[in-house]
């Protein structure tokens, strides 16, 4: 369960910048023009500079005309490319650029004033990057950069524009209005939203969603979900595209219609539930058999499945030695009480140092194959996606969804990102989720071992408080999952975890906060969810080595939240 390390120094440095991954920067006024020069990467690297050769032009893919870059890290470089710009003194400048790809970051040096930067996690689809700088009273020129990240993919850029005030030095010209967006389509519907796609429109910083003629959401990428819909109701959407030079005409529409029910696979669980890790390895932590797992948890997830000469296969070995000579009869016969006490048992697949690789169909067959033949073996009655080390959203998708025809409706599937996972519905994880939205039973996503990260009202929140579970949650809550496919993931003792251990008071508050709006920090979100699933914790040893403190506090909060 302990996060990558590299994933914590990278979430770290947020705090160092300015962000917004939103890309709802201030428009450019009508005087303002460009500054940047080839901006489009229509004339190669001219005006570009990229770090140990690791720039080139492609044409494809493309946000905008007939070329972009990419840039692709490798070793200690970063891949990073700069142009130098001239700027105003004391004047106000919108730094933008489209990204996909790999890790992608976005900023600018030498204002004069406060250098920033934005960043993104790696995206399968065009974002926008934006932010504002002011610049100093004898600030001539700035240096605006793009960059990947260490031992990442290559990142693509396209469309990078400096609007503010003439600085002088020439540059790109001014947009156009955009055209209007083709290819309108509904992707998916649960009982309370409906995601819609659309093709990208040259030229365009967003997009304006409408509903029945009201504007009710705007996006930098090409897709949106509309929340807070009614079950069974049919509604009609639109979509235009905007820049600073205007706002397009709308689309033609497009009718969604919500379904009756919010989904969710597993059957058998109470409405709210508490997940466990039980660990299948001795770390000093209080050895345990499943028999002597805490009341409170309502998922005990196995940690954790071992990898096979097969790729994507997976197998299971119960460590006997290091758990006192537990035997596998012993083990079947407690998930077996354990089930005929209402509790579900899955196997966990991944962790730390999980080594699973599912990209492509025959993995993801193979992956099938062999958590239904453990289901069959052990009496699992289900499994648990603990990969920290990357997944692929189209074979993971296909792989579960494979292992659900195999096992039933009953089959229960839980997830545990990390915080960096879920920051965007473009991250694999995240769409991952989305994608089996009907099967999936919870995400409960690891608060902790994580650096700095937005909520979803674009702010930054550091691990160990309210407001950090809060305001991440409401991420995966308004980005497209049900509540009751939404937990929270905290390690169950100080020894449970590297950093990011709170106390079972602040875990209670924050599920307070979420189900009833009570108990909230700075942060309280804009509606209630009070069909949230729960908790989880790292891990049912750690929790029996502190008295069950965690369990006793927190388990029994969250059966009691009705």
């Known amino acids: 369960m302990p996060a990558r390390r590299w994933a914590v120094g990278l979430a770290t440095a947020v705090t160092a910048s300015v962000l917004s991954l939103t890309g709802l920067a201030g428009q450019a006024q009508a005087a303002d023009v460009n500054n940047a020069k080839n901006g489009g990467y229509e004339s190669g690297l001219s005006s570009w500079t990229c770090s140990a050769g690791s720039g080139t032009t492609v044409s494809s893919p493309v946000h905008g005309g007939s070329a972009a870059l990419k ?58 990057l ?17 960059h990947g990240w260490y031992g990442q ?98 689309s033609t529409s497009v009718t969604g219609t919500t379904s009756a029910t919010s989904g969710g696979g597993g059957t058998g669980l109470p409405k709210h539930a508490v997940t466990g890790y039980w660990q299948n390895f001795n770390n000093g932590a209080t050895v345990q058999k499943i028999s002597a797992v805490q009341s409170q948890y309502d998922i005990i997830a196995v940690a954790f499945a071992d990898a096979t000469g097969s790729p994507g296969a997976v197998t299971f070995n119960l460590d006997s030695a290091g758990l006192g000579g537990y035997t596998v009869d012993q083990f079947k016969a407690d998930i077996k009480a354990k089930q005929a006490a209402g509790k579900k048992v899955v196997i966990s697949i991944g962790g730390q140092n999980g080594t699973v690789s599912i990209n492509d169909s025959t993995s993801a067959a193979n992956f099938a194959n062999s958590v239904y033949s453990l289901m069959q073996t052990y009496g699992f009655d289900g499994v648990d996606i603990d990969l920290e080390n990357g997944l692929n959203a189209t074979y993971m998708t296909q792989a579960l969804r494979s292992l659900s025809s195999k096992a039933g409706s009953s089959l229960i599937i839980t997830m545990a990102p990390q915080t960096i996972d ?6 694999s994880y995240f769409q991952t989720a989305l994608n089996i939205k009907d099967i999936l039973t919870v995400v409960n996503m690891q608060y902790y071992n994580s650096g700095s990260m937005l909520g979803c009202d674009g702010r930054v929140y550091s691990q160990g408080s309210v407001d950090f579970l809060t305001a991440l949650a409401c991420i995966q809550l308004e980005g497209g999952l049900a509540p009751s496919q939404v937990g ?49 914790t790292w891990s049912t040893n750690w929790d029996a080595s502190a008295g069950n403190a965690w369990s006793n506090s927190v388990g029994a909060h969250v059966h009691a939240l009705g």
Do not use: I
């Open 71 to 128: 840039a692709t890290p490798a070793g200690q470089d970063n891949a990073q490319c700069t142009q130098s710009v001239k700027v105003k003194p004391n004047s106000t400048y919108t730094l933008s650029a489209w990204v996909q790809g790999g890790y992608s970051y976005l900023g600018v040096t030498g204002t004069g004033t406060t250098d920033v930067s934005t960043w993104t996690p790696d995206s399968a689809s065009w974002k926008q």
């Open 130 to 146: 934006s932010t504002t700088f002011t610049t100093g009273a004898s600030t001539s020129s700035v240096t605006v950069y793009t």
């Open 153 to 250: 993919a290559a990142y693509y850029a396209d469309d990078l524009s400096v609007f503010g005030p003439d600085g002088g030095g020439g540059g790109d010209p001014a947009p156009t209005v955009p055209a209007t967006p083709a290819g309108l389509a509904v992707s998916s519907t649960t009982s309370s939203s409906v995601s819609l796609t659309w093709n990208t429109v040259s030229g365009a910083t967003g997009y304006n969603v409408y509903r029945s003629g009201t504007k009710v959401t705007a996006v930098t990428g090409t897709s949106a979900t509309v929340t807070g819909l009614t079950a069974s109701t049919s509604y009609s959407f639109q979509v235009t595209a905007t820049n600073s030079a205007g706002e397009s005409a709308k």
């Open 422 to 427: 879920m920051q965007s519905t473009s991250n």
């Open 488 to 536: 929270l993931g905290l390690p169950a003792s100080t020894s449970g975890a590297g950093s990011g251990y709170v106390s079972p008071t602040v875990v209670n508050n924050a599920l307070d906060c979420l189900t009833k709006t009570t108990n909230c920090g700075s942060f309280r979100p804009s509606r209630t969810y009070p069909d949230l699933r729960g908790a989880m």
